[in-house]
């Protein structure tokens, strides 16, 4: 299965793409950890520096997939545009077809000389002063929109392999349903609600939950790496996102993150 996703961590071509990603950052090791996160913690205080660092490994990708070179999915010059419009900068997608222009919400560009900091590691906070750092906060708020933003690198990332088929991708999900079923690790369906809960539910104190709580229903990150496969699978669908092209696990709790993040970002404009 390695071969059907070759840049994928555990395909063919994943280490000659993390050596890559190593040289053009020179720091940020994917056999340890991945770029929006290593970015989240290495600039937790300077939110610009924190931009620079995605904005020079976002480029980083893009330039490494054409190196190596990556199987790109159809659909992955648009997945690129419409991350590159959650950023503020260009990442280096294909250029845009011909009157086509880019998000009307996009991010305040990012002022920054990225040939003073060719590496992740030269960025350091205070580089600029107050007055030059982006404003972001008008819109989600920082930690929401780095969130959103890693939900649509996640996506991008998924789009570099080809599919070796529905056929064998059914198989090969039924055969791992199977093995989880015999090792107890499918949870049982939760039992129906009762006529007492549901009638409970209509009384007016239990009228209008806040939206609190529907945020809390939405399992966190480091949940959603110990959930079941089915578990994934129905957080994914409750999202409105398809499973059909998740061949492995890491790809289906990929995908439940980006499901969990979507569904996040619902609640908050609602």
Known sequence: MAGARSCAKGGDAFQNYADC????TCAIELNATDYLSYCSDAFRQNQSA???????????????VD????????????QCWKTEDLMPCDI??????????????RPTMLAWNFSRTPCVTDIVDQIWPSSEQIDVQNRLGPSREIFIVGGAL??????????????MHRKWCQQQLQAQQEQGDVESPAPPPS???DSSARRPNAVAAPAAASEEAVPSVADIASMSVRALKELISSAGLSFEDCIERPELVARAK???LGRRHIILET
Request: charged fraction near 15%; include cysteine.
């Open 92 to 105: 280096g997608c294909a250029p845009r077809p011909s009157g086509s222009s880019g998000s009307s919400s």
């Open 21 to 24: 990603m190593l040289r053009c």
């Open 195 to 197: 006529a007492a809960a």
């Open 154 to 167: 996640l996506v991008v990332l998924l789009c570099f392999c080809s599919i070796t088929g529905r056929r």
């Open 67 to 78: 190196e190596v070179p990556c199987p790109k999915s159809g659909s992955y010059d648009e």
């Open 50 to 64: 924190r931009w620079a660092c995605l904005c020079l490994a976002s480029r980083c990708q893009a330039s490494c």
């Open 258 to 260: 980006q499901a969990a």
